[in-house]
Structure formats: structure tokens, C-alpha cells
């Protein structure tokens, strides 16, 4: 039997219409974005108000649903979406939003974890620099690189640096708040 390679665009796409069907189960206008500079991937309003926010959307595609992230550095994490360096600039845009989600293969189960662009800008610097000086204390060369990942953990874990947690922003739909 031929294994089957899922294409991560298919992935990504899955992701952004499983946000857009909470949204609308919400009661949120909202709309995708199309194209490859687009710059956010879901507009969104709330009828009866004015205001607007922007989703950004990174989904991620395991097998299992008890699949957990392990590092010797950060410890266990729900899990890590890779970033980049352009994501620690720091954001003050209260209506830019970052949706991190995760489907499981097996049983197409999803988890959405939505997190303010201050806090992930802040852990996304953090957490690089947190890693570069850990591979420097281990005498590891640490070249230039514009790779980040952002987690999020879990509330009963200690960290070595302050991480989002699933309990704060698993399914935290409110962006009104």
C-alpha cells in the first residue's frame, strides 16, 4: 500500500475552515483572506459592533491525540508551532490574533488555542533568546537563524520561561475581552 503524504497547504486550509466554522458557530462575521502576501489569514467582526480583528492561523497535523511535545530545554508542551524572527517584533495591534491549532489524523479531533499578537511576540523573542544562550552554556555554535517556535504548555508544568498555557487560551474565543 502506497503511503499517503498529506500536502502541508491542504493542512494549513483545513486549519483556517475549522476556525472559520467556531467563528461562525460564534456568531463572528468572518472571512478568509486569499493569496500568498496576504499578511493574516481570517478577517473577523462582530455584528452590531464596529470592531474588527485579525486572525493569524498556524495549524499543526498529528497522528495521535495523546501526542504531547517533549524538549530537553522547554519541556512538555501541548505543542510547538514554528515561526519566524518577524513574529518577536513586538506587536501593539490589540485586534491581531494568533490561532494555534492542532488536528489529530486518526480521529479529526481539533484543538484551537487563541493568543493575543502581544503575548506571542513576547514568548517568540523570549524563547529564542532562551535558546540560543542554553546551546551556548551546552558549547554548541549557535549560528544566525530566523527559525522560532512558539508553544504552549501545560499549567501544572514549571518552564524555565514564562509559557502560554493551554488552560489561559484553549478555545478563548472572546476577542472583545
Known amino acids: ?3 499517503f503524504k498529506t500536502n502541508k497547504n491542504a493542512v ?19 472571512n478568509m483572506t486569499l493569496g500568498h502576501t496576504k499578511g493574516v489569514d ?7 459592533t464596529k470592531k474588527m ?3 493569524e492561523v498556524k495549524t499543526k497535523l498529528r497522528l495521535n491525540d495523546q501526542d504531547v ?10 505543542g510547538g508551532w514554528i515561526m519566524n524572527a518577524k513574529h518577536e517584533r513586538p506587536y501593539h495591534d490589540p485586534s491581531l490574533f494568533y490561532c494555534f491549532v492542532i488536528i489529530w489524523k486518526r480521529t479529526s479531533k481539533v484543538r484551537f488555542f487563541i493568543v493575543p ?10 524563547e ?8 551556548k552554556k ?11 517556535t512558539f508553544r504552549v504548555g501545560f499549567q501544572n508544568e514549571k518552564y524555565s520561561l514564562e509559557t502560554p498555557t493551554a488552560e489561559q487560551y484553549e478555545n478563548n474565543w472572546r476577542f472583545d475581552k
Do not use: C
Open 42 to 48: 481570517i478577517l473577523v467582526s462582530k455584528p452590531g
Open 69 to 78: 511535545a517533549k524538549s530537553e530545554i522547554f519541556g512538555t508542551v501541548v
Open 138 to 148: 551546552q558549547g554548541q555554535r549557535v549560528s544566525h537563524t530566523d527559525m522560532r
Open 117 to 126: 499578537s502581544k503575548v506571542v511576540s513576547k514568548y517568540v523573542k523570549d
Open 53 to 55: 480583528f485579525r486572525l
Open 1 to 3: 500500500m502506497k503511503k
Open 128 to 135: 529564542h533568546t532562551h535558546w540560543r544562550n542554553e546551546k
Open 12 to 30: 494549513s486550509l483545513a486549519g483556517e475552515f475549522a476556525v472559520l466554522s467556531q467563528l461562525a458557530l460564534r456568531n463572528y462575521d468572518a
